[in-house]
């Protein structure tokens, strides 16, 4: 049973189609022994990769891949790397549902287009930044 409805398949679907310019990988990180949701974050992945063909999707067990785990630097299940044609450190801890999902879905517009929506001062003043930070945004309805 799909977890998206209609309406709001055909509403994505054509939302990729108007966006998305580069291909866009979801790389699915889970655990077997301890990972809560993974089997509906599996399932959300699924549903959202068959929207577009500029979406593909891999899967990697942590325990059974450390190289992966590494590769991502992935710190803990679930996890899903949004990766374009390089790897810009985007990830999602967690399950992108109800105010979530739509988290997820701006990430694939973002990789995918190459935009992040900051104004070019912004830019220009991140440019500066000459050493490694690593950011992190929680976002949470309440």
Same mark, same amino acid.
Not at 17 to 34: H, P, Q, T, W, Y
Not at 47 to 56: C, G, P, R, W
Not at 91 to 116: A, C, D, Q, W
Not at 120 to 141: C, D, G, H, R, S
């Given at each position: 049973?799909?977890?998206?409805?209609?309406?709001?398949?055909?509403?994505?679907?054509?939302?990729?189609?108007?966006?998305?310019?580069?291909?866009?990988?979801?790389?699915?990180?889970?655990?077997?022994?301890?990972?809560?949701?993974?089997?509906?974050?599996?399932?959300?992945? =699924?549903? /959202? #990769?068959?929207? $577009?063909?500029?979406? *593909?999707?891999?899967?990697?067990?942590?325990? !059974?891949?450390?190289? %992966?785990?590494?590769?991502?630097?992935?710190?803990?299940?679930?996890?899903?790397?949004?990766?374009?044609?390089?790897?810009?450190?985007?990830?999602?801890?967690?399950?992108?549902?109800?105010?979530?999902?739509?988290?997820?879905?701006?990430?694939? =517009?973002? /990789? #995918?287009?190459? $935009?992040?929506?900051? *104004?070019?001062?912004?830019?220009?003043?991140? !440019?500066?930044?000459? %050493?490694?930070?690593?950011?992190?945004?929680?976002?949470?309805?309440?």
């Amino acid at each position: 049973m799909p977890l998206l409805n209609e309406q709001d398949t055909e509403f994505l679907r054509k939302d990729f189609n108007d966006k998305l310019k580069n291909n866009v990988r979801l790389i699915f990180f889970k655990s077997e022994g301890a990972c809560l949701y993974c089997k509906e974050i599996k399932d959300i992945l =699924i549903e /959202v #990769s068959a929207l $577009n063909d500029k979406i *593909s999707l891999e899967e990697y067990d942590f325990d !059974k891949n450390p190289d %992966k785990v590494k590769q991502y630097s992935i710190k803990r299940t679930p996890a899903i790397s949004i990766e374009g044609d390089m790897d810009y450190g985007v990830r999602y801890y967690g399950i992108p549902s109800g105010h979530e999902f739509m988290t997820l879905i701006n990430g694939i =517009i973002n /990789v #995918s287009t190459k $935009n992040t929506g900051l *104004s070019e001062k912004t830019v220009e003043k991140l !440019k500066e930044i000459i %050493k490694p930070y690593n950011i992190q945004v929680f976002a949470t309805p309440t």
